[in-house]
């Protein structure tokens, strides 16, 4: 095995959940080992080293990664767990003896590397960084999805207009009105519509808006640092001036939310001045 410099402890928001299924305590510890001091970005989230504790494992953790083994008697191979399991949303890094296997593996699942034991840390981290990339442009895809939700929206000036979330900065209580703060073809613009902040809250994804105040909802792709005043906090956004407050009593709301957001897109960097 090749033993090149240790990278530094990942980031937080720059991680992969994984679960590792192999029938050999030994080949376990070895990936977990070779993980935790080359692969920083992978957060293990168990093992398992039967089809049976791996298919409760998949359902129960919900990992975004799969390291599988194929052969796993006697009862059963990785193909089976494969078969067998209910929930598919992760990608598969094969870990395996049996190279016989990649053109079964290729047909089965579309893995995103096959990894032939004893593997090198090399191969290790250009298997990982693949799974990242691809881990990214399955988020962009979903937030491009979310982004396309649309509002219709009644504006006593502009009458009745179509608004899509992607284009909403932030929005701001006012009375029982809700202005909309929006970058829409490049340009700013604002919309006052009819409806309390929270009615437009439980319409808008809260994969991408935040409740930072109970005056404010925050669309977080837009944010791009936090100023700490005292307890409370102020919001700088992207292609305005204007800026959004964060209370104290939704401040470790607003960081949880904040943080899952950038979890699920490692791709981005977290704003300044957020932790």
Not at 165 to 175: M, Q, T
């Amino acid at each position: 095995m090749d033993s090149p410099e240790k990278m530094t402890p990942a980031s937080r928001v720059n991680r992969i959940t994984a679960l590792i299924i192999d029938d050999e305590i030994g080949a376990v510890n070895t990936l977990r080992h070779m993980l935790g001091e080359y692969c920083p970005e992978v957060e293990i989230l168990g093992a398992a080293i039967t089809i049976k504790e791996a298919l409760v494992a998949a359902d129960n953790l919900r990992p975004q990664l799969v390291f599988l083994d194929i052969e796993m008697p006697p009862l059963g191979s990785g193909f089976d767990f494969l078969a067998g399991c209910a929930n598919t949303g992760f990608g598969v890094i094969f870990t395996t003896a049996y190279p016989q296997y990649a053109i079964q593996a290729i047909n089965t699942i579309q893995p995103w590397a096959y990894l032939v034991k004893p593997f090198s840390v090399k191969e290790l981290r250009e298997a990982t960084s693949i799974a990242m990339e691809k881990i990214i442009q399955q988020n962009k895809t979903v937030l491009q999805a979310v982004g396309k939700q649309g509002l219709i929206l009644h504006d006593s000036r502009k009458g009745t207009l179509v608004l899509y979330a992607s284009e909403i900065l932030f929005c701001k209580a006012s009375g029982s009105f809700t202005e909309f703060h929006i970058f829409r073809n490049n340009k700013l613009g604002r919309i006052v519509s009819s409806g309390g902040l929270g009615e437009f809250e439980e319409k808008l994804p809260p994969a991408l808006f935040c409740r930072t105040h109970h005056g404010y909802l925050v669309n977080m792709a837009y944010i791009t640092r936090m100023e700490r005043t005292g307890r409370n906090g102020v919001l700088h956004i992207a292609h305005t001036d204007r800026q959004a407050g964060v209370s104290v009593a939704k401040m470790d709301h607003f960081i949880s939310s904040l943080e899952a957001y950038h979890e699920t897109n490692p791709g981005l960097a977290m704003p300044e001045g957020i932790l």
